[in-house]
């Protein structure tokens, strides 16, 4: 087991769109592994594997509060197969764009198709955060950031923030108050 390093934009692999898993060996096992301390040591809910450089359709998950027992989830080749009309806005954030959140409108519920370790194929229907975070996670596998669900006013603004500091070699700071762009005008 090892944490590795997350991938933050502009990185352009995070533009992947990520190959099925054909077949789940020793090798997706240990990536699992791997996911799941880096997902810990972040800390982060959730990590698609593009996030740490492997463009295969794996994702780990554990929405556990902080006082409970871990509940590692892992969600190999997720597909949804239904998404409700109803929508619910969440705010979000992504461990690829730290220090930024922002409220992202998604569909309420989702039924989700996956298979787990043992290669055996689940559908479950999935409500509230454990939706939107599977909703966040399959967008990965297929190259697409929650900042792709904001207004291109906001996405700019942050794209070009994370430019800016990674010709600089900078860590990105959060935005300030009026660098934000107001909401009515967002
Ligand atoms: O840690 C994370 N928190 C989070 C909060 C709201 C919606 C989605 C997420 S996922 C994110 C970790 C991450 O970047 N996963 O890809
Ligand atoms: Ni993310």
Same mark, same amino acid.
């Given at each position: 087991m090892a944490t590795r390093d997350i991938l933050v934009i502009p990185? !352009? *692999?995070?533009r992947l769109v990520s190959e099925p898993v054909k077949t789940i060996d020793k090798d997706i096992r240990a990536l699992v592994d791997d996911m799941l301390e880096t997902m810990y040591a972040a800390p982060g809910i959730g990590l698609a594997a593009i996030q740490i450089g492997?463009? !295969? *359709?794996v994702v780990t998950m554990d929405l556990a509060k902080k006082d409970e027992p871990k509940q590692p989830r892992v969600f190999i080749n997720p597909e949804v197969m239904f998404a409700s009309e109803e929508k619910s806005a969440y705010e979000e954030g992504c461990l690829s764009i730290p220090e930024y959140y922002e409220e992202v409108e998604r569909p309420l519920s989702v039924k989700v198709k996956y298979l787990d370790l043992d290669g055996k194929e689940h559908v479950i229907e999935a409500t509230g955060l454990l939706a939107t975070c599977l909703q966040h996670e399959i967008d990965h596998t297929n190259g697409?950031?929650?900042?792709?669900?904001?207004s291109k006013l906001k996405r700019d603004m942050v794209i070009k923030k994370f430019k800016k500091a990674a010709k600089r070699g900078e860590p990105v700071k959060p935005l300030s108050e009026d660098e934000k762009p107001s909401h009515h005008i967002g």
């Open positions: 990185d !352009k *692999r995070l492997v463009p !295969k *359709r697409v950031l929650f900042i792709d669900h904001i």
